[in-house]
């Protein structure tokens, strides 16, 4: 078995007595699809080249102990610069992030806007403190943990009694069962209607295209998901309609990206929208990027 260095995690089901193994397997894997979402959209907060993903290395039997190692992909140089261990930090930041989160559930600690405040805060300043000063970070929001923490216990409730997910790493453990819930409409109600934006430089990939529509709402590709981006940019899109330029399937834009959270007591969650108020340039896909992309586990 490989040596579990000390930024990894294991992830574990309890129960007593017998289990259908089908059934524990998938529990397992729809939470490990919940951690590992807000895990890449912390990477991706940090560096849109970013990547990360987990490793199976060991699994233990009696209960489902499942060990984990982090992969982190992609990460630019810029990143790296004057950072000596780079998986290490990054390891430590994404295990202490999932700790706080679970610990959260696990303490029933939301219960309303004002805890989810502190948890939000306790994230953003762990990041600053643990990512090298150099780095220019996105933070998370209150939308994106609010989000996480109710799916996460959406799985939770599907537990049976007696049953638990565990979550040990060096930060310690932290365990959440199906008594742990988060009163999502209390809590949309006391944000009230509010918005929260952000904006950066991103490069999304384009997924369609329709040379013959005025429609400003295009479909790209942000974190893996397909998100509809009004484009604001005129001058751009008078260009493009013109013929000015030829895009082809799979190109990227590079754009001044604008991402509205908007919460409402009409919302059952959070709504997310995207506004490209400039198109910087057009990007073709790389021809070898996935053999472009860097294990920096390889030399650590």
């Known amino acids: 078995m490989e040596k579990i260095k000390d930024f990894d995690f294991e992830l574990n089901l309890e129960f007593e007595g017998n289990k259908n193994p089908s059934e524990a397997f998938i529990q397992l894997a729809k939470l490990y699809e919940k951690l590992i979402v807000f895990d890449k959209h912390i990477a991706y907060n940090i560096s849109v080249d970013s990547k990360v993903e987990y490793d199976l290395v060991d699994i233990e039997f009696g209960s489902i102990k499942t060990k984990i190692k982090q992969i982190f992909i992609n990460i630019p140089d810029d990143v790296l610069k004057d950072v000596l261990?780079?998986?290490a930090w990054f390891g430590h930041l994404l295990v202490y992030v999932k700790h706080r989160l679970l610990k959260s559930i696990e303490n029933n600690e939301l219960t309303s806007k004002k805890d989810l405040d502190k948890i939000t805060n306790d994230i953003n300043l762990n990041i600053k403190k643990l990512a090298p000063k150099n780095l220019m970070i996105l933070e998370v929001n209150n939308y994106y943990v609010l989000n996480t923490i109710n799916d996460i216990t959406t799985q939770t409730k599907k537990l049976k009694k007696d049953e638990a997910f565990s979550f040990k790493s060096k930060k310690g453990i932290a365990k959440i069962d199906n008594r742990n819930f988060v009163d999502m409409p209390k809590i949309l109600k006391e944000m009230g209607d509010e918005t929260f934006q952000q904006e950066r430089v991103e490069i999304l990939k384009i997924k369609t295209m329709d040379l013959l529509s005025d429609n400003t709402y295009w479909k790209l590709i942000r974190e893996g998901k397909t998100v509809d981006v009004k484009i604001l940019d005129a001058d751009w899109l008078e260009k493009y309609h013109n013929r000015q330029f030829i895009i082809q399937p799979n190109d990227n834009l590079k754009l001044q990206l604008k991402i509205i959270y908007t919460t409402s007591h009409n919302f059952d969650k959070p709504k997310i929208t995207y506004e490209a108020l400039k198109v910087i340039e057009i990007i073709p896909p790389k021809e070898t990027?996935?053999?472009?992309?860097?294990?920096?586990?390889?030399?650590t």
């Open 85 to 87: 261990n780079p998986s």
């Open 289 to 299: 990027e996935e053999d472009e992309q860097t294990n920096l586990f390889l030399n």
